[in-house]
């Protein structure tokens, strides 16, 4: 038996070994039928002796339930994002900043391709692949584990070499090939579905997806760019000391790393490299739309430090946008989930950046009176990012005669209802919560999980209903009759009960969730609460006036204003009176806020807490009879600072808000509540 198991191991690594050749390397050392047999015979070996499958198996890439969402990940160090430079000028004005920091000192860069996709963090512990996640907000992240482990180039197990770390962190970014791209959009088509705009946006969707079956047919790739050591070797006495053998030894991990990054001794040759990379960028396999540059010496990036946002010791050299001319045939208009209308240009087809662009961007109203966009004007349009479209000028020698300045439409183009502008606002919206539209994604958000939290109402099943005309907002859901619901596709008895079933169960949630629910743009989880607590039912919420809004703590006169006008249109009192009459708690008894350590306290949250996710940290207050402020206000009376706290941390400095860190805060807690709260509770902790 022992030799069988030894087999099995070997079997293993060399399948690893050819991955690691295929799909890192790009040199493939056998055929693909050689290697389909030796998956074929590591498969037959593992059904035969199951209690030998080890994670890291390349037969594990793909395995599990699909999941209903994400769990979050709190990033240890938080993944910041780069400062973004577009000329040579700025590049020389990021290294007078770095001179100035570090007079006297000899500077050396290592300069990268920037690969147009989306960043991850892997976590390896004893060389297995434990965890992998979005960049998220920097701070935190979703786990994605499950989809990164699909990732052909993401090595499941690290190599085993003598003096390599077995427990590191990785990041890079996850792409898709051009070829990859414009496969996974043929096959799209062919099924009927929603092609991708670009390769950045194919990843970014593939790895949102939630059953990772269906990621691992999609071809995503992996470049990495960053390692940093949780554990060093026993023994090793290796010391990095630079950037680039950072890089080199991510390689001898195994891991992919792009084989255009250089060593530049001065800044006059990361221009030339910027320059090279420029004319080049359409003879790479993949896209790119920048180069990174970095100091290489990383005892002198922990000097330069951080701001809040991003590392001083590096910036992103960003490529111009390409530009092409064509004609403006008409302006049509988006009307967005949360009703701002947005006006497309509709062109003649233009051949730009690798696609060809049919429509464009005109981004708001007061867009197209400043550059005077007419039907019937030649423009340049451009690819803002290279991804998004978009008008940057009209062409005016060669405008039609007779031509007249393009007027904005009053009323919704979809529904005809009353289109609304705030005065601190570019965008135009329809506030008719009914308007086709929006209806469906109005009504996602009203069934998510944070809102009446409707098991088994998903986007596919929404869209379902909206486009059998069975709603026609979130009011219709406590209509609906299982016979309907019966006509549905692959909607068989038990689903229809079920989903009934759960609409019903969802008319008891708390008033703070229906009013988030209500889909009230700049309401948020916390300012619903403050709602509920301050009025106690939607009645009284509804007749409340703008001026007494803007008096409650916590909601500036952005919310306020957003409330007042969601109550003043009739179409949506319509939808909130079909709430009522199906039995929808629209009140409850306000509690008076408990006795405890915070007691008529508002505290602010500011950086990355290491024992509490917000919404764990937030429970805790509100349970010591405190309240949560999503901004500094004169009513703040203290504000919890966690790790690379923002701008609130400034003002709340500036306004003389007393702080308090993380520790004080356990401390307090600990003896209120007579509770540990163990450093890993921001993964499990149950409020």
């Known amino acids: ?159 085993e070499r003598k003096g390599l770390p077995r427990s590191v962190e990785v990041r890079g970014e996850v792409f898709m090939t051009k070829a990859g791209f414009e496969k996974l959009n043929r096959e799209q088509e062919k099924l009927g579905e929603k092609v991708f705009a670009n390769p950045r946006n194919a990843a970014g969707g593939t790895l949102k997806l939630q059953d990772s079956a269906l990621v691992a047919k999609r071809p995503l790739n992996m470049s990495a760019y960053s390692l940093r050591i949780l554990e060093a070797p026993e023994g090793s006495n290796r010391s990095l000391e630079t950037h680039l053998e950072n890089l080199h030894l991510l390689r001898e991990l195994g891991l992919p790393v792009s084989r255009h990054a250089v060593l530049c001794r001065s800044l006059w040759e990361v221009v030339g490299f910027c320059n090279l990379w420029e004319e080049k960028r359409d003879s790479l396999p993949h896209e790119i739309d920048g180069i990174v540059v970095k100091v290489n010496s990383l005892d002198q990036q922990e000097r330069l430090g951080s701001t809040a946002k ?177 006509n549905l596709e692959r909607m068989g008895e038990k689903s229809a009960q079920n989903l009934l079933n759960g609409i019903n169960a969802g008319k008891q949630r708390p008033l703070d969730r229906l009013i988030f629910a209500l889909g009230i743009r700049y309401v948020g989880t916390n300012v619903a609460k403050i709602l509920a607590d301050c009025f106690g039912s939607i009645g009284k ?67 990355a807490l290491s024992r509490f996710t917000r919404e764990a940290a937030a429970a805790l207050i509100e349970s010591e009879g405190g309240s949560v402020s999503e901004s500094v206000g004169k009513n703040t009376d203290y504000i919890l600072v966690g790790q690379n706290p923002g701008s609130k941390y400034r003002k709340a400095l500036d306004s003389g808000v007393q702080v308090m860190d993380e520790d004080t805060f356990v401390n307090l807690l600990e003896k209120a509540q007579k509770r540990h709260f163990p450093l890993t509770t921001q993964l499990n902790m149950d409020m």
């Open 310 to 486: 991003s590392p001083r010791w590096a910036v992103a050299y960003k490529f111009k946008a390409r530009q092409a001319t064509t004609l403006l045939k008409d302006i049509h208009f988006q009307v967005g989930r949360t009703g701002a209308v947005t006006p497309v240009a509709v062109l003649e087809p233009v051949f730009l950046a690798g696609s060809t662009i049919s429509r464009a961007t005109l981004h708001n109203e007061d867009e197209i009176r400043r550059k005077d966009v007419r039907p019937g004007d030649t423009v340049t349009v451009e690819k803002g990012g290279d991804v998004i479209p978009k008008v940057v000028q009209v062409v005016l020698e060669k405008r039609p005669a007779g031509s007249v300045p393009f007027a904005f439409p009053k009323t919704c183009p979809v529904c005809g209802g009353t289109l609304v502008r705030s005065e601190d606002e570019a965008a135009v919206r329809c506030e008719n919560v009914a308007c086709p539209a929006q209806v469906h994604r109005r009504i996602e958000h009203f069934a998510s999980r944070g809102a009446m939290d409707i098991e088994g109402l998903g986007e596919a099943m929404v869209l379902q209903l909206v486009e059998n005309k069975l709603l026609s907002d979130y009011g219709d859901l406590y209509s609906l009759k299982k016979k309907s619901l019966l």
């Open 1 to 159: 038996m022992s030799n069988i198991r030894d087999e099995l191991e070997a079997l293993r690594k060399v399948i690893r070994e050819h991955d690691y050749r295929y799909y890192v390397l790009n040199q493939p050392a056998i055929s693909d039928y050689e290697y389909d047999r030796l998956m074929s015979k590591l498969a037959d070996l593992e059904k035969a002796h199951p209690e030998w499958v080890t994670s890291d198996s390349p037969t594990r890439r793909v395995g599990g339930e699909p999941v209903k969402e994400f769990p979050t990940v709190t990033h240890d160090v938080p993944m910041l994002s780069l400062a973004n430079t577009y000329s040579q000028e700025e590049l020389y004005e990021f290294e007078t900043r770095l001179k100035n920091a570090l007079p006297d000192e000899t500077i050396e860069y290592v300069a990268e391709l920037k690969f147009d996709g989306i960043a991850c963090s892997l976590i390896y512990r004893n060389g297995k692949l434990l965890q992998g996640a979005t960049r998220g907000d920097g701070e935190k992240g979703d786990d994605i584990t499950a989809n990164l482990r699909t990732v052909r180039s993401v090595p499941l197990s690290l190599f």
């Open 541 to 607: 919420l509804s007749e409340a006036s703008l001026e007494t809004l803007r008096t409650l703590e916590g909601i500036g006169p952005t919310i306020a204003e957003s409330v007042a006008q969601f109550f003043q249109q009739k179409r949506n009192l319509a939808v909130l009176e079909k709430l009522r009459s199906a039995g929808v708690r629209m009140e409850e008894v306000r509690k008076p806020k408990a006795a405890g350590i915070f007691a008529g306290k508002t505290l602010v949250l500011t950086g």
